[in-house]
């Protein structure tokens, strides 16, 4: 019998999609499922985007070129520059969704064995990423009782190794919502500069930032050019998930030819994507406007929903479009699961992603789950009746 490879079997399943099976049994049973679970947002794609796709005459759908195309990636230095990121078409790689950018990172920067601190919990992906990667994450825990606030430098510094070779941040956070301060930022800049490590900052969630809070990109004034390397996506920007457009972006000159080594292995990003992404670029600023005035509106609903419940405790996000949440039940992932094969009020019921796939460390985050509030209003006030009715079934049982 041929075998899987060890990498293979440590692969993590992804806590957000495992449950899926439960709930399409429980549609089959007629229950309506409210997804909580997903960061897929209910928001439209900008028509711009949609209709670059529809009008275009092309005749052969060609490879582009492995770094992404040349229009494409000189318009989204543009758009750099005017988050004050002071980039150039030749420091960014389009890859197949953010996801891709964050392989050829680890790629580029770790070999096997390596190390990557992240603060946790963290994008649950990354394990994923890391294990494809052989790469060893070494966990810094920030806490709910904190608000996931970055943890103090020392804690940093103590888990620094010879084999420490990056910091990763996700600003703001999946799945906090934790927004970086400058001086945080300033920190961590003082920290890789130090010990000569990277900064990779995943900021796919750049625009989601509430308050009047600037965010503030590892790119900008922290003179990080030789040690940051920047994340991003289309996905959650333009609620464009299934074009799978992302980029790595760094000034590091040695950064980026490694990367398109990698980019150069896998020929090239989608074409037609590339085009709906570049025209992506001229969406109004209204639209952002609008979307960010609803998922603030939707955040602070569910924070103040939530808060009702007895028992539970909630970070609250300063962006992004998530919030864990703590439950008052022996084990969320049991609970998640019971919730779609057990539990329906009215014939409907929540899924949730079970918060412990976020943390690398074993037996941390096993009574919190991720709500990602990227319902409308009503249908979040539905799903937290649901859900406080389903915390004193299950309690009870
Ligand atoms: C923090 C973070 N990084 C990266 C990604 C990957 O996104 P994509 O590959 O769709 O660009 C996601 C998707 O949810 C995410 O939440």
Same mark, same amino acid.
């Given at each position: 019998?041929p075998?899987?490879?060890i990498?293979?079997?440590?692969?993590?399943e992804?806590?957000?999609?495992?449950?899926?099976?439960?709930?399409?049994?429980?549609?089959?049973?007629?229950?309506?499922?409210?997804?909580?679970?997903?960061?897929q947002p209910?928001?439209?794609?900008p028509?711009?985007?949609?209709?670059?796709?529809?009008?275009?005459?092309?005749?052969?759908l060609?490879?582009?070129?492995?770094e992404?195309?040349?229009?494409?990636?000189q318009?989204l230095?543009?758009y750099?520059?005017?988050?004050?990121?002071?980039v150039? +078409?030749?420091?960014i790689i389009?890859?197949?969704?953010?996801?891709e +950018?964050l392989?050829?990172?680890?790629?580029s920067?770790?070999?096997?064995?390596?190390e $990557?601190?992240i603060?946790?919990?963290f994008?649950a992906? %990354?394990?994923?990423f890391?294990?494809?990667?052989?790469?060893?994450?070494?966990p810094?825990?920030?806490?709910?009782?904190e608000?996931f606030?970055l943890?103090?430098?020392?804690?940093?510094?103590?888990? $620094?190794?010879?084999?420490?070779k990056?910091?990763?941040?996700c600003?703001?956070?999946?799945p906090?919502g934790?927004?970086?301060?400058?001086?945080?930022?300033q920190?961590l800049a003082?920290?890789?500069?130090k010990h000569?490590?990277?900064l990779?900052?995943?900021e796919?969630?750049r625009?989601f930032v509430y308050?009047?809070?600037?965010? *503030?990109?590892v790119l900008?004034?922290?003179?990080?050019e030789?040690?940051a $390397?920047?994340?991003d996506?289309?996905s959650?920007?333009?609620?464009?998930c299934?074009a799978?457009i992302?980029c790595?972006?760094?000034k590091?000159k040695?950064v980026?030819s490694?990367?398109?080594?990698?980019? *150069?292995?896998?020929?090239?990003?989608?074409?037609?994507?590339?085009?709906a992404?570049e025209?992506?670029?001229?969406t109004?600023?209204?639209?952002f406007d609008?979307?960010? $005035?609803?998922y603030?509106?939707?955040?602070?609903?569910?924070?103040?929903e939530l808060?009702k419940?007895d028992?539970?405790k909630?970070a609250?996000?300063?962006?992004?479009f998530?919030?864990?949440?703590?439950?008052?039940?022996d084990?969320?992932?049991?609970f998640?699961?019971?919730?779609?094969?057990?539990?329906?009020?009215?014939?409907q019921?929540v899924?949730? +992603?079970?918060?412990?796939g976020f %943390?690398?460390?074993k037996?941390f985050g096993?009574? *919190?789950i991720?709500?990602?509030?990227?319902l409308?209003?009503?249908?979040?006030?539905?799903?937290?009746k649901i859900l406080?009715? +389903?915390?004193?079934?299950?309690n009870?049982?």
């Open positions: 019998m075998t899987i490879s990498k293979g079997k440590n692969m993590p992804s806590p957000i999609r495992k449950l899926v099976p439960y709930a399409e049994n429980a549609k089959k049973r007629g229950i309506e499922v409210f997804h909580l679970n997903i960061g209910d928001i439209k794609t028509d711009i985007a949609l209709e670059a796709i529809k009008n275009n005459t092309i005749k052969v060609a490879y582009s070129r492995s992404g195309s040349e229009e494409y990636r318009k230095a543009n750099y520059i005017k988050h004050n990121i002071n150039n +078409a030749d420091e389009i890859t197949t969704g953010g996801s +950018a392989l050829f990172a680890m790629g920067v770790c070999d096997p064995g390596d $990557i601190i603060p946790e919990p994008y992906n %990354y394990n994923g890391s294990t494809a990667s052989g790469v060893t994450i070494v810094v825990i920030s806490k709910i009782e608000n606030a943890p103090p430098i020392e804690e940093f510094e103590k888990l $620094i190794s010879s084999k420490t990056a910091i990763l941040i600003n703001p956070g999946n906090t934790y927004l970086y301060s400058k001086e945080e930022i920190k003082t920290i890789v500069k000569d490590l990277f990779i900052a995943d796919v969630y625009e308050d009047n809070v600037q965010h *503030q990109s900008s004034d922290f003179g990080l030789n040690n $390397i920047i994340i996506s289309v959650k920007r333009y609620s464009m299934g799978r992302g790595l972006v760094s590091n040695e980026i490694t990367a398109l080594k990698f980019a *150069q292995a896998r020929l090239s990003p989608p074409t037609f994507a590339q085009i992404s025209a992506a670029l001229e109004p600023q209204s639209y609008e979307v960010i $005035i609803e603030k509106a939707r955040r602070d609903l569910l924070i103040s808060s419940i028992g539970i909630v609250s996000p300063k962006g992004a998530y919030c864990v949440v703590e439950l008052p039940v084990n969320a992932d049991k998640a699961q019971w919730l779609l094969e057990d539990f329906n009020l009215n014939n019921t899924m949730v +992603a079970p918060a412990a %943390y690398s460390t037996g096993t009574k *919190q991720r709500i990602a509030y990227v409308k209003k009503e249908d979040l006030i539905t799903s937290v406080k009715a +389903a915390i004193l079934k299950y009870k049982n």
